[in-house]
């Protein structure tokens, strides 16, 4: 509860941080200052509800699970903030506002963490989107940006509306916005017990989550938005905020709609199949590395899926927890290279190694992480995701059908790794890496390869 | 049909009837005058329904705020007479069908479903139980989202200057 | 509770509002209390059926659903997407009038919140798209793509 509070209050003192403070870089220091703060209240709340959960006002279900949620991400957000916070300075002047709506979606990744009743789910869904869509238009001067920015709004606001009458819907069926109540949870109790008007409202729910989180058939916002977004930002969208979309859906889906899986598993499945073919097989073909990046987060959201799809296993909520440290951690890494080349294609990094083994060493780790390669914290967290499928017993085949397409994934990225290692090339830079980004960057890859070996490490 | 069936079909064929006008004419600007009847037409179900505070806001918030927004920036972003492009009929046909399937669909959906009527004492929706609910801390108070939607609002007024504001670059 | 023969016509024949009207003007009147005009309000609401409202704004939804998919105008875009939000909250208030429950009264208030600030953001990328292309059809962003 903390947490909320803070990343709320501290979005109101960047607004005035860009007011009082002249230089860029007290505006900076100020937003990790903040983040740290973020962080040291997070893990005190954890501590706090270790022992029992708490609910405040009826609305929100704070236990040892969210609170450990909100432990990772905001620890993967201060790593995208320590690593980018000058690339975020640079995209315009508003920067203390930048940073600012980054707080704010932080407190509503936080509700998204813990809500217990639709209405805070709505409103955390609304505080995520809503910064984003100018976070992606803010790069004012360029059209890209510009379009990125109106083509999520549009489809955001479409969603949403899907979402609210979905919530209506299940409403009226049960009579209860709160997912803790008798009525809401004898409703969902068994297949036969459920109304077909919840049925329908699931089913809504069900295709505003796929908006959110690019999933197939409803990816087609994401290549074009995260690809026209500032750099800055798309590591922030991709992850951090998508990340969290499936934790408030777990949420939903598993302990809610949990009983009558059989009424939308079928759903999820066909989603599942559809992203990862079209992520996985529309991303061969790419030429520059960011439009790569985005179709490679809609085929990640793939199997991310599958920790929603495995309901009734104990496996699937520790498979998300290291799957979104893991894949934002690995994300991040990899945009941090992006953002410091000139030329995003794969042509423009030719080369690498020789000029910057450091950048190079660590956007392989990444790389391999997201492939899925042993010794890097990528594969347990596929490997926990599908174990989990297999735990559930049903549909046994979409293991077999995601294992392929892993294997396809692995052609792109290590196209990559080609260029920058086995081609010869000029590799132009944008910026040159200080000390520190390479630290920072080695401590990330470090992480990520840590992780590989120990991921007991992010179940708490 | 009596005078109460009367007044709810004329406010339900305003509301259809300026909604639909308002998502086919081909001018933005009467486009934007259909949706405020159909707004209006809202506003009026509402005091039907007797909840008329809500019907107040709508007016306030809708047809005083939304609408007039939309105009500004019609004009701001176009010559009012001016016929927009229509996409293909294809694309029309298909997206019309696809509306009026899932109309059905879910319409089937609640035509079989029994609503259980519930017990509850019913409650006046007077400006005082908004506020006093509006504001509870206690269960069932909605103190929490109230604060949450004001950090929402913020965030939303932040990003329209953000937005919105001219760069010296541009100007010059 | 008997009522005189004008009362009686205005009850049958007329709706609540005309019938509300009427009790205002008899302001310290005894003989209609609150709870016959809840009472009253309740007959009529029966005779309406309540799918009748769930019809009206299922209807609406669908015509907000069918614009976005048919129009390429942003503006009108948005426009169909206030429509949608309209819907929700007719059908959010008839099931708060079915229930008798004020949580769904209170959702419609935090709806059109969000759909205010929905709107101003939506129409400042507008506005800021415009001046860079002139234009706000959504197909001229498809022949833009590299």
């Known amino acids: ?460 | 049909m009596n005078g109460a069936n009367i007044l709810f079909y004329l406010l339900a064929a305003m509301i259809l009837g300026s909604g639909l006008l308002a998502v086919t004419t081909r001018q933005l600007f009467r486009a934007a005058i259909y949706l405020l009847f159909s707004l209006i037409g809202m506003a009026g179900m509402y005091f039907w329904l007797q909840y008329e505070f809500i019907a107040a806001v709508q007016v306030v918030v809708y047809v005083g705020g939304i609408t007039v927004l939309i105009i500004f920036s019609i004009f701001l972003t176009q010559q009012a007479g001016e016929k927009m492009l229509v996409k293909k009929t294809g694309q029309q046909i298909f997206a019309a069908i696809a509306a009026f399937c899932g109309f059905a669909l879910v319409m089937v959906q609640i035509v079989q479903n029994n609503f259980t009527a519930t017990k509850n004492l019913s409650l006046s929706p007077s400006v005082t139980n908004i506020g006093n609910q509006m504001l509870g801390v206690d269960k069932g108070g909605y103190a929490l989202p109230f604060e949450v939607v004001s950090i929402l609002l913020l965030a939303a007024l932040i990003g329209s200057i953000v937005i919105a504001l001219r760069t010296p670059t541009q100007t010059s | 509770m008997q009522k005189d023969g004008l009362e009686a016509i205005i009850m049958e024949i007329c709706n609540p509002i005309i019938y509300h009207f009427l009790r205002s003007l008899k302001n310290n009147s005894q003989t209609i209390t609150i709870f016959e005009l809840q009472a009253l309000f309740l007959r009529h609401f029966k005779k309406m059926p309540s799918q009748y409202y769930l019809f009206l704004s299922l209807a609406l939804f669908c015509i907000g659903v069918m614009g976005v998919l048919m129009r390429r105008n942003a503006i009108i875009i948005l426009m169909c997407i206030e429509l949608m939000l309209n819907a929700v909250n007719l059908l959010l208030v008839t099931f708060s009038k079915m229930y008798n429950d004020p949580n769904a009264q209170l959702f419609v208030f935090f709806i059109m919140v969000v759909a205010a600030a929905e709107v101003s953001i939506g129409l400042a990328i507008i506005v800021m798209m415009y001046r860079k292309v002139h234009s706000i059809d959504v197909h001229i962003l498809n022949r833009l793509k590299n």
């Not at chain 1, 809609?298 to 498979?319: C, D, E, H, P, R």
């Open chain 1, 1 to 460: 509860m903390n947490a909320i509070v803070l990343s709320g209050i501290w979005g109101v003192v960047m607004m005035f941080a860009g007011l009082f403070l002249k230089s860029s870089k007290q505006i900076q220091w100020t937003a990790l200052l903040g983040i740290i703060a973020l962080l040291v209240v997070s893990i005190l709340d954890y501590q706090a509800h270790s022992v029992q959960a708490q609910t405040y006002f009826g609305m929100m279900t704070i236990d040892v699970y969210t609170s450990w949620f909100s432990i990772l991400i905001t620890a993967c957000c201060a790593m995208y903030l320590l690593i980018f916070h000058k690339d975020i300075a640079a995209v315009g002047k508003n920067e203390a506002e930048y940073f600012a709506l980054i707080f704010f979606v932080m407190c509503g990744v936080y509700l998204l963490a813990s809500y217990s009743n639709l209405l805070i789910l709505f409103l955390g869904i609304e505080i995520l989107s809503i910064p984003q869509y100018i976070l992606a238009g803010s790069d004012k001067e360029n059209i890209k940006s510009n379009e990125a920015s109106l083509k999520y709004f549009l489809m955001g606001a479409f969603s949403t509306g899907l979402l609210l009458m979905g919530m209506t819907l299940i409403y009226g069926a049960t009579g209860s916005f709160d997912i803790t109540s008798e009525k809401f949870v004898g409703q969902f109790e068994q297949l036969s017990s459920m109304s077909s008007l919840s049925f329908v409202g699931i089913l809504l729910l069900l295709i505003s989550f796929g908006f959110k989180v690019s999933a197939a058939p409803l990816h087609l916002w994401t290549p074009d938005v995260y690809d026209g977004s500032p750099t800055a930002f798309t590591p922030f969208m991709a992850t951090i905020v998508k990340v969290s979309v499936f934790v408030a859906f777990i949420r939903l889906f598993h302990f809610s709609f949990g009983n009558v899986s059989d009424a939308w598993q079928i759903a999820i499945a066909s989603m599942i199949v559809l992203t990862l073919i079209i992520g996985n097989v529309t991303a061969v073909y790419q030429q520059s590395l960011k439009r790569m990046m985005a179709y490679s987060s809609i085929a990640q959201a793939g199997f991310m899926l599958f920790s929603i799809f495995a309901v009734n296993s104990t496996l699937a909520y520790k498979g998300i927890l290291l799957y979104s440290v893991v894949y934002s951690l690995a994300s991040i890494g990899v945009f941090a290279v992006i953002i410091k080349m000139k030329d995003y294609t794969y042509d423009g990094f030719n080369g690498l190694a020789k000029k910057q083994p450091v950048l190079a060493f660590t956007a392989t780790v990444c790389l391999l992480s997201l492939v899925g390669i042993p010794l890097t914290g990528g594969f347990f967290a596929k490997y926990f995701v599908l174990s989990a499928v297999v735990e559930q017993g049903k549909y046994i085949w979409i293991v077999v059908f995601a294992v392929l397409m892993a294997a396809i994934s692995a052609y792109y990225y290590f196209r990559v790794i080609r260029s920058m290692y086995f081609k010869t090339g000029e590799a132009a830079m944008h910026t040159e890496p200080t000390t520190w980004d390479k630290t920072l960057l080695i401590l990330n890859a470090m992480i990520i390869l840590l992780l590989g070996v120990l991921p007991s490490l992010v179940f708490g």
